[in-house]
């Protein structure tokens, strides 16, 4: 029976790609949640526009359309910060796949060794039950012809 001896280094690999997995999944979901942020952030501000332009065909108040003015500069401030945040979080989000990317490669050559050395095991055991085979029959013949 094979038995590989870098097992206990191919189980740590596969723990340390299975938290860079976590890491990843826990960075997109705040990408995520910020992207709603987003699209909130967005559909209130077209709603206050469509308010503002309504406001101001109608309205003659000059301190309410500077409200509506300040509450729309804010609101773009807003999902200024938002996109700049949603960029870093991509940013980050790309490192961690760059990172898990070489976690994988890690855990993948030790998987290729271990087949490689499991198929070199194989072979030399079916070679050597061959020959044992061989011996046999060359025994059994050997017998029958004396």
Same mark, same amino acid.
């Given at each position: 029976?094979?038995?590989?001896? $870098?097992?206990?280094?191919?189980?740590?690999?596969?723990?340390?790609?299975?938290?860079?997995?976590r890491?990843?999944?826990?960075?997109?979901?705040? +990408?995520?949640?910020?992207?709603?942020?987003?699209?909130? $952030?967005?559909?209130?501000?077209?709603?206050? +526009?469509?308010?503002?332009?309504?406001?101001?065909?109608?309205?003659?108040?000059?301190?309410?359309?500077?409200?509506?003015?300040?509450?729309?500069?804010?609101?773009?401030?807003d999902?200024?910060?938002?996109? +700049?945040?949603?960029?870093?979080?991509?940013?980050?989000?790309?490192?961690?796949?760059?990172?898990?990317?070489?976690?994988?490669?890690?855990?993948r050559?030790?998987?290729?060794?271990?087949?490689?050395?499991?198929?070199?095991?194989? $072979?030399?055991?079916?070679?050597?039950?061959?020959?044992?085979?061989?011996?046999?029959?060359?025994? $059994?013949?050997?017998?029958?012809?004396?």
């Amino acid at each position: 029976m094979y038995k590989f001896k $870098l097992a206990p280094l191919l189980r740590h690999r596969k723990r340390q790609e299975d938290e860079k997995m976590r890491e990843m999944s826990a960075i997109n979901q705040k +990408m995520v949640v910020n992207s709603e942020k987003l699209e909130v $952030l967005t559909a209130g501000r077209k709603e206050q +526009m469509d308010k503002f332009t309504e406001a101001t065909s109608t309205a003659h108040n000059v301190n309410l359309l500077r409200v509506y003015q300040d509450f729309l500069a804010g609101r773009d401030i807003d999902i200024a910060n938002k996109n +700049m945040e949603i960029r870093q979080i991509g940013e980050v989000l790309e490192k961690k796949r760059i990172e898990l990317s070489e976690y994988v490669k890690r855990r993948r050559v030790l998987e290729i060794l271990r087949d490689k050395q499991q198929a070199d095991y194989n $072979l030399s055991m079916d070679r050597r039950e061959q020959k044992e085979l061989d011996d046999i029959s060359n025994q $059994l013949f050997l017998r029958e012809a004396w």
